[in-house]
């Protein structure tokens, strides 16, 4: 088989694949000189995906935390919410280079670094090279050029830009991050802080528009809410597309597989994907060991059917987030108001949609929730039923 790109998405693949003494032979592509060089990722994890990925995230860990806040611009108050299991930051650039390492041994298995296309069954590496494949799994990430031209889809995914920095600040807590909302820069712009240590904070914005000014911006609004202390020093900004559909999309074609942000496997509502991915690499890796025979697509049948309940829980977590990122920053501003105060508790950082279902059993944050944003869910439930 063929793994095109060794982001985390290829690289957890060939991990589960030699996990599970998969012995037939496997070439991964990657088109850049080295592992690890992608940095667009924030490394905010679920305990999880640290237990999932144990001993490779043993030595990735740079923090740990217990809690978040998500709030406005436009209001002082808060929303807490506790976490019931931690949530960890990971180097991403250190997990990659050691998982590489971990596999690189792999029985049979081969790495090249170039770019690929591929038609029918056969991949054109640049240059004159030539790979026939029984399984091709695309591991390209947000790009979606292979995808596109493998499915023939237009562009269009749901995404926005994320931009981001480590900046020498002082987080007031360092156990907690945030999260704040506002559309002075762009709809549906969002910002994040999280605390690396004691004297270095992750300084990150998202949205359809961003930019170095919107960043330097937010961190000064970060400062005056008294979330860091004033920046002694900024680091060199980095980022990339962060995908926000749910994976209704096709992830398959014949024996051409798309996994990780190629495949749409990221949480709609916070567009992570290390953890999501990961779970789909390993259900892939268990379906090509468990059959002796790769001729035939029983494997696939397999593979969809261990993943059934990843997909479920996603698609319903994409509902929720169409109706967040439809809520304008006044309609958020005034749920914010009503429900602050309160601490409130997540079980699962993953799946954080049985959460969300289960806050809205609160008769005062389900009154909240419809009184401000029932004509966004009212246009929203007509459109599907269309
Ligand atoms: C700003 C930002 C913050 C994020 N924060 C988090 C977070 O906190 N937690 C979380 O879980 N997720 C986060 N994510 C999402 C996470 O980074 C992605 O889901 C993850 O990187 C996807 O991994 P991947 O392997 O699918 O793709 P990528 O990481 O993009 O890797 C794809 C690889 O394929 C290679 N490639 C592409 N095309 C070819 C080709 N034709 N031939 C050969 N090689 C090719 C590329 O060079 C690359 O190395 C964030 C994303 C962004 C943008």
């Not at 998969?22 to 667009?40: D, M, P, Q």
């Not at 749901?158 to 156990?175: C, F, H, L, M, N």
């Not at 798309?258 to 259900?283: A, C, E, N, Y």
């Not at 090509?288 to 996603?314: M, P, Q, S």
Request: with cysteine.
């Amino acid at each position: 088989m063929v793994i095109v790109g060794l982001g985390p998405a290829g690289l957890s693949l060939l991990y589960f694949l030699k996990k599970f003494k998969y012995n037939g032979s496997v070439l991964g592509i990657e088109a850049k000189r080295e592992v690890g060089l992608n940095k667009h990722c924030a490394g905010l994890v679920s305990s999880s995906f640290i237990k999932l990925m144990w001993p490779i995230t043993k030595k990735t860990i740079i923090n740990r935390l217990s809690s978040f806040t998500v709030t406005t611009l436009s209001t002082s108050k808060k929303v807490y919410v506790n976490l019931l299991e931690e949530a960890y930051v990971i180097d991403r650039i250190a997990y990659e280079k050691i998982l590489f390492e971990n596999v690189s041994n792999f029985n049979d298995y081969l790495f090249k670094h170039q770019a690929i296309d591929i038609v029918g069954n056969t991949a054109n590496l640049s240059g004159k090279d030539r790979v026939k494949a029984k399984i091709f799994v695309i591991a390209e990430g947000y790009v979606h050029r292979l995808r596109r031209k493998i499915l023939g889809e237009r562009k269009g995914e749901r995404k926005v830009y994320g931009i981001q920095e480590d900046i020498i600040a002082k987080p007031y807590d360092k156990t907690s991050f945030s999260v704040i909302f506002t559309d002075t820069f762009a709809k549906g712009f969002f910002g994040w802080a999280i605390p690396l240590d004691k004297r270095k904070v992750r300084v990150g914005i998202g949205g359809s528009k961003v930019s170095i000014g919107m960043l330097r911006a937010f961190e000064r609004q970060l400062v005056k809410r008294r979330i860091i202390s004033e920046p002694i020093k900024h680091g060199e900004p980095y980022g990339g597309v962060i995908l926000t559909s749910p994976p209704e999309r096709p992830d398959h074609k014949g024996k051409v597989i798309f996994i990780g942000d190629s495949g749409f496997h990221v949480k709609p509502i916070t567009g992570g994907g290390l953890f999501i991915h990961t779970l789909f690499s390993r259900s892939l890796a268990r379906s090509i060991t468990a059959t002796d025979n790769l001729d035939n697509t029983r494997f696939l049948n397999k593979y969809y059917g261990e993943t059934a309940v990843f997909r479920r829980k996603l698609k319903l977590q994409g509902l929720i987030a169409k109706i967040l990122h439809e809520l304008n920053e006044r309609e958020k501003t005034k749920i914010i108001n009503d429900i602050s105060g309160e601490e409130y508790y997540l079980r699962n950082y993953d799946f954080h949609e049985e959460d969300i279902l289960l806050l809205l059993t609160k008769l005062q944050i389900a009154k909240s929730v419809m009184k401000h944003s029932h004509s966004i869910i009212a246009a929203f439930l007509r459109r599907m039923a269309q």
